[in-house]
């Protein structure tokens, strides 16, 4: 169970010095002339402080403009969403890619320039997410891509997403070193992160705090004299999705009363010594509309008083209208916008802020710029996309960046919920690399851990392929090379389980209506066949031949719910370590399922011996050899399926589901 009681509150000053929240709370203020603690202020309302000595001569304040741009989720699309070999940067009106590094440089620079020329400041801020998506990640260790980004455009400021999680605390640490040794200097913002004060294992992250590099706020003084307080916060639901953050966890549960009171001062304190308070959150909006939104920046704007712009990530929706949220006690108004994901858009949001009154005095405008091929990339971009190109295609994988894997006849993605041609293919491939011998076994891959889609007789190039199951990387030690992507492990169920696992998928079916989100939980699965009734509980579960791994031939052998058999699954270490979570497993209880994955002698797996369930990739070399997700749909597509992904059966009806 994650601890939520502690809270990491501490304020950054213009230098960077940072301070723990207890030492803030005893810092001495001017408050008209008399010198009196902060905490009195507070007494009388942080809203009335005038401590900021360039209003002083205007009782009435200064009204001040700013231009705050985001980015946001952008998973390290340096080469844009869509076909990778399409994407043409240096033309214009020549292919349907939208996105790329290049382009969004070009955008970004262009607004700057004409925001600047008009006197008005500009804010460049991101809200978590850069890494984990694409080829580049391949880089993680030696010349991290997206790091080398954000400083190359200077961002203000940045937080930390779940996915830059993925790669652990430690590993985290050392590619945020990497990037320092190639210049890196952009402040990260992390409020609501709280380290372990027993285990080692986030010692080197919790350094980069101690040292300044990664900071619990941040104050900036624009060239007009604004003064802007910026939070870095990540919720919830992003908490939940972030398993190989263990030791770190995150105060993140907004409804929480403790969790507020700790935000709550932490706000308090940075009003008390800024004009206004961006919250990069990475968060989420799981509902854009203005009339009913909804998701945790809501929550977080309910009860949190005193932000007053949060800038949302995480789920990936863009908001194309400002969505205002009043909190439930005080009355303050919340604006919250989402720039969306992979670097297709740019936000962009004007407003005035009065410095006496510490408020928003104006409309906040929103723009959303599409970023596609009417916008000629950048040519410092593009030369680094070219350095980074040729170190991937020199170590020494199966395929260059270009090169084609294979050639898909049907279009291919994984949009909703039920039984769809892309997940049933990755569950495939996954059962094809981990079925041994004879022995009945079955695949199953989650549409949460799907990230790309296919056109129809689109070549897939090496980089398309990886950006489709581009996530995490392994918690374990003993990998030469060290590459990103969740390793595939062989677990085992019983026959009961498998029909859990179907009735679990049934009902996400059901409620995908009500609840989308969880559709990301739906377990597309290879060599099953489920039947479900007008209620969606499942009546009959019956498996294919143990090859028969496109599920083509006639599901003719039962699998019975009881605990007679153990049958053998392959699935990745996200599924895996989501299984182990206390929410899932709730989830789980409360739809009268259980799931309990062991290891091939019974043994429950847990945290400490999920090592022991990875699949070996090599038979030959002593140790393991981890199989990555994005090896094993590679090995299927080139070997079992010959180059070619057919219609039939991954375009057309499969037949595995019949409702």
């Known amino acids: 169970m994650r601890n939520r009681?502690?809270?990491?509150?501490a304020v950054c000053s213009h230098g960077l010095i940072h301070t723990t929240e207890e030492a803030c709370m005893k810092k001495i203020l001017y408050y008209k002339g008399i010198v009196v603690p902060l905490v009195i202020v507070f007494a009388f309302g942080f809203f009335a402080f005038t401590g900021c000595s360039e209003d002083g001569d205007d009782d009435n304040g200064k009204n001040l403009q700013v231009t705050i741009l985001q980015t946001t989720d952008m998973h390290n699309r340096v080469t844009g969403y869509g076909q990778h070999t399409l994407y043409s940067p240096d033309g214009l009106d020549n292919d349907s890619v939208l996105g790329g590094f290049a382009r969004l440089a070009t955008k970004t620079n262009e607004i700057r320039d004409a925001q600047t020329a008009d006197d008005i400041p500009v804010l460049l801020l991101d809200s978590g997410d850069y890494t984990m998506g694409t080829v580049y990640d391949l880089l993680w260790d030696t010349d991290p891509a997206p790091f080398a980004y954000l400083q190359h455009m200077q961002y203000d400021a940045v937080t930390l997403g779940n996915h830059e999680f993925d790669y652990n605390p430690q590993r985290l640490a050392d590619m945020i070193t990497t990037a320092q040794g190639e210049g890196f200097d952009i402040p990260i913002v992390a409020s609501n992160m709280v380290f372990d004060d027993t285990d080692t294992e986030d010692d080197d992250l919790e350094a980069l705090q101690t040292s300044g590099d990664i900071v619990t706020t941040f104050i900036k003084t624009l060239d007009n004299?604004?003064?802007?307080?910026?939070?870095?916060?990540?919720?919830?639901?992003?908490?939940?999705?972030?398993?190989?953050?263990?030791p770190v966890t995150f105060n993140s549960d907004y409804?929480?009363?403790?969790?507020?009171?700790?935000?709550?001062?932490?706000?308090?304190?940075?009003?008390?010594?800024?004009?206004?308070?961006v919250a990069l959150s990475h968060s989420g909006l799981t509902d854009v509309t203005p009339s009913a939104p909804a998701g945790d920046d809501v929550t977080l704007a309910e009860n949190i008083s005193g932000i007053d712009i949060i800038l949302s990530g995480h789920e990936h929706k863009r908001t194309d209208s400002v969505v205002s949220v009043t909190n439930t006690t005080t009355?303050?108004?919340?604006?919250?916008?989402?720039?969306?994901?992979?670097?297709?858009?740019?936000?962009?949001?004007?407003?005035?802020?009065?410095?006496?009154?510490?408020?928003?005095?104006?409309?906040?405008?929103?723009?959303?710029?599409?970023?596609?091929?009417?916008?000629?990339?950048?040519?410092?971009?593009?030369?680094?996309?070219?350095?980074w190109d040729t170190a991937i295609n020199a170590m020494s994988l199966d395929y260059d960046i270009e090169d084609t894997v294979a050639t898909t006849t049907p279009a291919l993605s994984s949009s909703s919920p039920g039984e769809n041609g892309l997940g049933s293919l990755i569950a495939d491939s996954f059962r094809y690399v981990g079925t041994s011998?004879?022995?009945?076994?079955?695949?199953?891959?989650?549409?949460?851990?799907?990230r790309n889609s296919f056109t129809a007789t689109q070549a897939i190039s090496f980089a398309d392929l990886f950006a489709l199951l581009p996530l995490g990387m392994t918690s374990e030690t003993d990998q030469d090379p060290l590459l990103p992507g969740y390793p595939l492990l062989k677990i085992y169920v019983y026959g009961d389980e498998v029909w859990d696992i179907c009735g679990f998928n049934a009902k996400i079916i059901q409620y995908y209506a009500y609840l989308p989100s969880y559709s990301e939980y739906f377990v597309s699965l290879s060599g099953l066949q489920y039947t479900y009734d007008t209620s969606y509980a499942v009546t009959d579960v019956n498996a294919y031949a143990y090859d028969d791994y496109d599920c083509t031939g006639t599901a003719s052998t039962d699998i019975l719910d009881d605990e007679s058999t153990l049958y053998p699954m392959i699935i990745d270490s996200y599924v895996m370590a989501m299984l182990l979570s206390d929410s899932i497993q709730t989830l789980l209880g409360n739809m009268g399922f259980s799931i309990v994955p062991k290891l091939s002698d019974e043994t429950v797996i847990t945290e400490d011996n999920m090592g022991l369930a990875r699949l070996d990739s090599d038979g030959v070399t002593i140790g393991?050899?981890?199989?990555?997700?994005?090896?094993?749909?590679?090995?299927?597509?080139?070997?079992?399926?010959?180059?070619?992904?057919?219609?039939?059966?991954?375009?057309?009806?499969?037949?595995r589901i019949n409702p």
């Open 5 to 9: 009681s502690r809270f990491s509150g």
């Open 225 to 246: 004299g604004l003064i802007v307080g910026i939070v870095g916060l990540l919720g919830e639901t992003a908490d939940d999705y972030a398993p190989n953050a263990v």
């Open 255 to 277: 409804s929480d009363t403790d969790v507020q009171a700790a935000i709550q001062a932490t706000v308090n304190t940075l009003r008390s010594q800024s004009h206004v308070v």
């Open 331 to 387: 009355g303050h108004v919340t604006r919250i916008v989402c720039a969306g994901a992979y670097t297709r858009n740019l936000l962009q949001v004007d407003f005035t802020v009065n410095t006496k009154s510490r408020s928003i005095v104006s409309d906040v405008t929103l723009t959303n710029h599409t970023i596609d091929d009417t916008i000629v990339g950048d040519t410092d971009v593009n030369d680094m996309v070219d350095t």
């Open 437 to 450: 011998g004879t022995e009945q076994t079955f695949g199953g891959c989650a549409n949460g851990t799907i």
């Open 624 to 655: 393991t050899q981890e199989y990555q997700c994005w090896q094993a749909f590679a090995d299927y597509l080139s070997v079992e399926l010959g180059g070619t992904i057919p219609n039939d059966p991954y375009g057309s009806d499969l037949g």
